[in-house]
């Protein structure tokens, strides 16, 4: 028993180094992640524009060719008027160019409201571009500040991780799954030792006759406090040498 409270007091040991190192990089994560997040929302904004313009400019472009081909038709249709022979083809040449004439009239409008849609389009790429750069300045100066805090402390966090590699293969699953759980709960501190009668992790007097069971290092117990796994002064101090 006295293995399994000394491996447990170990993880916690080495989880706190651990934990020191992440609390270096401050905000820094947090930060980067946020300015990655804005970045790809703005470029995607971006792209999105950029292919309803390109969209617009395509349509446009299509119409004014439909448009100078319903324009060749309509000379054609007018110089037939003068070679028909009877009122029902004059009808019929007329209605097709009435038909004719609204669909040039059509494309014309819808092309001038493609050019102000372009235009607008534009016009809001190139004020969302410079809130990009502006994000990209910030994002590679916390990056680099973040890499090199990382960069100092890797040698340190290598050997920690490797350590509690080792130390996890050593802690039964049910114990491990319970130290993990409380140390989602309780910010980080899963296990507590007592010291002058008292949990250190919540500073809760420990009833005399607990603190004599922990001592002997029999079994587990936990604060009935805060709900922290308890060990005794010795484990602690032996799990830290």
């Given amino acids: 028993m006295i293995n399994r409270l000394t491996t447990l007091y170990k993880l916690q040991f080495i989880d706190d180094q651990l934990d020191e190192l992440e609390e270096l990089r401050g905000d820094l994560p947090l930060a980067v992640n946020e300015l990655t997040t804005k970045m790809t929302a703005i470029q995607n904004e971006i792209d999105s524009k950029e292919e309803e313009r390109t969209a617009s400019l395509e349509k446009r472009k299509f119409n004014e ?65 410079p809130q990009i750069e502006e994000l990209k300045v910030d ?55 007592v010291n002058r009668s008292a949990c250190s992790g919540c500073h809760n007097i420990i009833p005399p006759q607990r603190q004599i ?20 002064a010795d484990v602690a101090e032996s799990s830290r040498s």
């Fill in 139 to 193: 994002f590679i100066e916390k990056e680099a500040e973040l890499k090199k805090i990382i960069k100092a402390n890797e040698k340190e966090e290598l050997k920690l991780t490797e350590q509690r590699v080792k130390i996890v293969e050593q802690v039964k699953k049910n114990d491990y799954n319970t130290y993990m759980r409380i140390r989602k709960a309780l910010n980080g501190k899963a296990i507590a030792s």
């Fill in 213 to 232: 069971e922990i001592r002997q290092n029999k079994r587990l117990y936990t604060c009935e406090s805060c709900g922290r796994l308890l060990v005794s």
């Fill in 65 to 129: 060719s439909e448009i100078e081909r319903l324009k060749t038709n309509l000379k054609k249709f007018k110089a037939q008027l003068f070679q028909v022979r009877n009122n029902k083809e004059y009808d019929a040449l007329t209605k097709e160019i009435d038909h004719t004439e609204e669909t040039v009239d059509k494309l014309q409008n819808e092309n001038t409201a493609l050019e102000d849609l372009s235009s607008k389009l534009k016009s809001e790429i190139k004020e969302l571009e």
